[in-house]
């Protein structure tokens, strides 16, 4: 649930960063605020500078110009603070890996908490909390290299929430997940919110993810080119943004689009027409087994 305060859980203001040698800037003057227990997705195309922003956040990159906060401390603190957890882009667990799904979680948690706790009560009890919280306690003994996408994709969640961070950023976090686990991953993120009250940045490519779980959608390639509910978000700025062909972008998620690409965005105030201010209509297609390959 988001809460009304001075201090959003995240603050981004004016930053712009050029990676060195290259001949554009990977973000320019982009600027947002986070309100703790938001829901936030992060939607754009790859090399759109979400990757980028998410270094940011976490304090692995600092910017040209422009700032970021974290609860009002820099994101190198947060971080050092357990502020900030982090859930990576997809991770490829090898059948034979030794460890099992609460092994990683623990690991996780002894670093936090410090290793002289690890085999006593307050770390067993932050693992099995984390894992009850992502439904992960019926698998969580099995090597994680037998595990299926959505199943090793709760305990990487569990993971980063074991440390019970303010502030949970996930990478891509549908890459490799069937249709069935992306809506469970839905119901996933509303209760990490509602639970947990923690603030969430989803970031993906995928529109169907952001737009069935998150509470406000920045479209981000570059610049920011809309910040608002996922029902404002419009054919001409999904075009704006991806300047690709929508369709074979978000796979079995069809776009009711009626722009070209390269228009403007409709909430710089520009009269594009009633095809403009239509919300983008979704029609998600079940694919067959051999169109899945």
């Known amino acids: 649930m988001m809460q009304a305060t001075a201090t959003p859980a995240v603050s981004i203001r004016g930053v712009t960063l050029r990676y060195p040698g290259a001949e554009e800037t990977a973000l320019a003057d982009v600027s947002l605020d986070v ?136 990478d891509e976090p549908t890459v490799g997940i069937d249709v069935a686990g992306q809506k469970q991953f839905a119901e996933l993120i509303e209760r990490l919110s509602r639970e947990l009250g923690m603030t969430l940045l989803v970031v993906s490519h995928d529109l169907r993810t952001i737009a069935s779980g998150c509470d406000r959608v920045a479209c981000l390639s570059r610049t920011l080119h809309s910040h608002g509910a996922p029902e404002g978000l419009t054919p001409r700025v999904l075009a704006e943004v991806f300047r690709h062909d929508m369709a074979s972008i978000f796979g079995d998620v069809h776009v009711d689009a009626h722009a070209a690409a390269g228009c403007s965005d409709p909430s710089h105030g520009h009269d594009h027409g009633q095809a403009d201010a239509a919300p983008v209509q979704l029609r998600i297609e079940k694919k067959s087994a051999e169109d899945q390959r």
């Open 35 to 170: 309100v703790p227990g938001e829901k936030l997705g992060i939607l754009g195309p790859n090399g759109g500078g979400k990757s980028t922003l998410v270094k940011l956040v976490l304090g692995l990159l600092a910017p040209d110009a422009g700032s970021v906060r974290i609860f009002g401390a820099s994101p190198r603190e947060a971080r050092r603070e357990g502020i900030v957890g982090y859930v990576p882009q997809r991770v490829e667990a090898e059948l034979g890996f030794p460890l099992s799904g609460r092994d990683v979680v623990t690991m996780a948690a002894g670093l936090r908490l410090g290793w002289w706790q690890r085999a006593g009560s307050v770390v067993k009890d932050r693992v099995d909390g984390a894992l009850l919280t992502v439904n992960a306690m019926g698998f969580s003994e099995q090597p994680v290299g037998t595990l299926s996408g959505g199943q090793f994709q709760r305990i990487m969640i569990a993971r980063a929430i074991v440390t019970q961070p303010k502030v949970l950023v996930l």
